[in-house]
Nanobody, 124 residues
Framework: QVRLTESGGGSVQTGGSLILSCQAS???????VGWVRQAPGKEREVVAA????????YIADSVKGRFIISRASEENTHYLRLQDLRPEDTADYYC??????????????????WGQGTQVTVSS
């Protein structure tokens, strides 16, 4: 399984921005990589996923227009830019990958490789 390492979480005020990074241990150009968040007491939510060049991109309605997913394919690095943050965005954010050649999914359970997570806290 590909190893994923997130960084970039932190604490911001409402309206602030953060960029989360995810470094993969191997080539991810042939797989979907997504960002999944989990707030205390809530279900995991896939907020964004990206297959890469020529592939599909998914952005959850809850973050559409505020979060942007991207990747630097040559570096096997993935990014999630969080903008206009709200208190309800507070959660642990995980980078997750599907097995190679599988399309992106809105279901967190479809992702087989996971990072350790990074915490995002938004205060009002």
């Amino acid at each position: 399984q590909v190893r994923l390492t997130e960084s970039g979480g932190g604490s911001v005020q409402t309206g602030g921005s953060l960029i989360l990074s995810c470094q993969a241990s191997e080539y991810t150009g042939d797989r979907c990589v997504g960002w999944v968040r989990q707030a205390p007491g809530k279900e995991r939510e896939v907020v964004a996923a990206d297959y890469g060049p020529g592939g599909s991109t998914y952005i959850a309605d809850s973050v559409k227009g505020r979060f942007i997913i991207s990747r630097a394919s040559e570096e096997n690095t993935h990014y999630l830019r969080l903008q206009d943050l709200r208190p309800e965005d507070t959660a642990d954010y995980y980078c997750a990958a599907r097995a190679a050649f599988l399309v992106c999914s809105k279901l967190a359970s479809d992702y087989s490789s996971w990072g350790q997570g990074t915490q995002v806290t938004v205060s009002s």
